[in-house]
């Protein structure tokens, strides 16, 4: 039987549009089963308690359980292979970081590509270090450190959690930036660094503000600056680098991915919820993004996947430039 030519557009059109009917009712019915959120790190660190604010959230705000599973390893990259596998369907999430980014350049044969791979959901919050000396150190501002650098070169130590890590990039793009020479000393992890640092066996270190505010405060630290663009509400006396070395900035990143190709509506679902998140000054989690003076980052999905693409853009020719690799 031939359909008469209006019935038949009628039925292509409602043909074409059950996909798109089916994925609206599928992410409105969203989440009917427990999520996880994959962190490449161990239990008990900064990610993994970030992890579990975040599961938090979202399993109040959108009645289904979110756990947390840590996949650790291979500076958390068998944890984004893990997301990178699992599929696309809202129920494998990835506690992604900055060192996602900076891995894209630090490894040279991971079998997946963060940028293209991971799907942004939404981001959490960005913050910067502070660049501390030990008190018996002569300079005590960053011309003062520029100067005494160039007129002893390779004699300052700088120390970091590790290759790769936040305290060393931010200590090559100082050397960069400035034209510098001073010797990076990677320890395994930032703790003992830290504890270096505080005894003077080292002469400066980039630290986050979560584990080196308090030895500021006490004065058990000098502060030189700040690597985030602007000062810190909680350190307002204490300058940017930027202001010093024009362009310098270093800050790392904390957000939620997916694997690539999740469903739209399911990702502007938990866009929409984890911005709330943020913005809500009665949150814990944005009670904790002041306390550690970052800067909450609401963006859409789209906004924070091309804040990846301009990160990784950028950490990949300091990285390159200064011939770091992991592998």
């Given at each position: 039987?031939?359909?008469?030519?209006?019935?038949?557009?009628?039925?292509?059109?409602?043909?074409?549009?059950?996909?798109?009917?089916?994925?609206?009712?599928?992410?409105?019915?969203?989440?009917?089963?427990?999520?996880?959120?994959?962190?490449?790190?161990?239990?008990?660190?900064?990610?993994?308690?970030?992890?579990?604010?975040?599961?938090?959230?979202?399993?109040?705000?959108?009645?289904q359980q979110f756990t947390v599973e840590n996949r650790v390893g291979a500076g958390g990259n068998l944890g984004t292979e893990a997301v990178v596998r699992a599929p696309a369907d809202g129920y494998t999430l990835l506690l992604a970081t900055s060192v996602d980014a900076w891995n894209v350049a630090l490894y040279d044969n991971l079998s997946f590509n963060f940028v293209r791979d991971i799907a942004p959901v939404a981001s959490s919050h960005r913050g910067g270090a502070i660049l501390s000396?030990?008190?018996?150190?002569?300079?005590?501002?960053?011309?003062?450190?520029?100067?005494?650098?160039?007129?002893?070169?390779?004699?300052?130590?700088?120390?970091?959690?590790?290759?790769?890590?936040?305290?060393?990039?931010?200590?090559?793009?100082?050397?960069?930036?400035?034209?510098?020479?001073?010797?990076?000393?990677?320890?395994?992890?930032?703790?003992?660094?830290?504890?270096?640092?505080?005894s003077g066996q080292v002469h400066l270190m980039f630290e986050p503000p979560v584990t080196s505010i308090e030895h500021v405060r006490t004065g058990r630290l000098r502060p030189l600056a700040v690597t985030a663009a602007t000062r810190l509400a909680t350190l307002p006396d204490v300058p940017a680098v930027g202001e010093f070395v024009p362009g310098y900035e270093v800050i790392g990143w904390i957000g939620i991915g997916a694997p690539k190709n999740t469903p739209t509506a399911i990702v502007d679902k938990l866009n929409k919820e984890f911005n709330a998140a943020i913005t809500d000054p009665g949150s814990k989690i944005r009670a904790r993004i002041d306390d550690i003076s970052s800067v909450p980052m609401p963006m859409t999905s789209s906004e924070f996947a091309k804040f990846i693409v301009e990160y990784t853009e950028k950490w990949g020719k300091v990285i390159r430039a200064a011939n770091i690799k992991l592998s």
């Open positions: 039987m031939k359909l008469p030519r209006r019935k038949f557009l009628q039925l292509a059109a409602g043909a074409a549009a059950l996909p798109a009917i089916s994925h609206v009712a599928w992410a409105q019915a969203y989440p009917s089963r427990p999520v996880r959120i994959v962190v490449g790190f161990p239990a008990g660190g900064v990610n993994d308690t970030w992890a579990r604010l975040f599961a938090q959230w979202f399993s109040e705000r959108l009645g000396v030990h008190p018996s150190f002569p300079a005590k501002t960053i011309p003062e450190l520029i100067a005494y650098a160039r007129a002893n070169p390779g004699q300052i130590n700088m120390a970091s959690g590790g290759i790769g890590t936040i305290q060393h990039l931010a200590g090559e793009l100082f050397k960069s930036s400035t034209g510098v020479n001073m010797v990076h000393v990677p320890y395994r992890g930032a703790a003992p660094a830290l504890a270096d640092l505080l």
